[in-house]
């Protein structure tokens, strides 16, 4: 699948480095997230853009900081990670709808995943 | 915010059998309800969902209901083959937010 895809794959940093995390989708949704899978815990919810403007920071610690410059690329930036931020990153899109005073969102596609590793 | 709770952690099946993974929502604003299987190394992938103007669904062997009533709703698997053993999470996607339940760790024996 190439819809939605993240780089670096695996990234081995010390607490000290400043590093970033891309996502980039190829299917015109306008909806990206971040999250971070770590061991036997749910999916948790690290940030949310919506047309571009966040709309959700689930209490992350600022060490993590996004960017999303557009609807088709979201952005993690790491810097004086712990090493309990170890763990998969996973950035997901999907298309949000809005009207009638409703809103609700399509499915979400999720990307590969970055393996991180804080040494 | 929405809270999704899902059981049990862990399901073992004998090849053929059927299995079933259900979750509960707190929120009754939430009207999309997706599953996801996420096999080991790789990332989670729909594999179905259903939204809250619908009871039921169905594709193949995999089917997901739902009770807006009770809020819950639940996936079942017939005829479980070994290449469905994966990590199965639920979701409920409430404000256009999407919140995973823990995860369902299956194993199909052959």
């Known amino acids: 699948e190439t819809g939605v895809t993240q780089t670096p794959r695996h990234l081995v940093m010390g607490m000290t480095n400043k590093k970033s995390l891309k996502c980039e989708q190829h299917l015109g949704h306008n909806a990206m997230y971040w999250y971070k899978q770590s061991a036997k815990k749910p999916l948790e919810l690290m940030f949310v853009?919506?047309?571009?403007?966040?709309?959700e920071n689930n209490s992350v610690p600022s060490r993590f900081s996004p960017e999303c410059p557009n609807s088709s690329h979201l952005f993690l930036h790491l810097h004086t990670l712990q090493p309990e931020d170890s763990a998969l990153y996973l950035c997901a899109s999907s298309q949000d709808f809005v009207g009638g005073g409703a809103s609700f969102s399509d499915t979400q596609y999720f990307g590969p995943g970055t393996r991180l590793t804080v040494l | 915010g929405e809270n999704v709770e899902q059981h049990p952690s862990t399901l073992s099946v004998q090849e053929g059998d059927s299995a079933v993974i259900k979750c509960t929502y707190s929120d009754s604003a939430s009207n999309y309800f997706p599953w996801y299987k996420q096999e080991l190394g790789k990332r989670p992938q729909l594999i179905i969902d259903i939204r809250s103007n619908v009871g039921e669904k169905k594709d193949q062997r995999i089917a997901v209901t739902l009770n807006k009533t009770a809020k819950h709703f639940s996936l079942h698997i017939t005829e479980t083959q070994p290449e469905d053993s994966a990590v199965y999470f639920c979701?409920?996607?409430?404000?256009?937010?999407?919140?995973f339940g823990t995860g369902t760790s299956l194993t199909v024996i052959p």
């Open positions: 979701a409920a996607s409430s404000r256009n937010q999407f919140y």
């Open positions: 853009y919506n047309f571009k403007e966040q709309t």
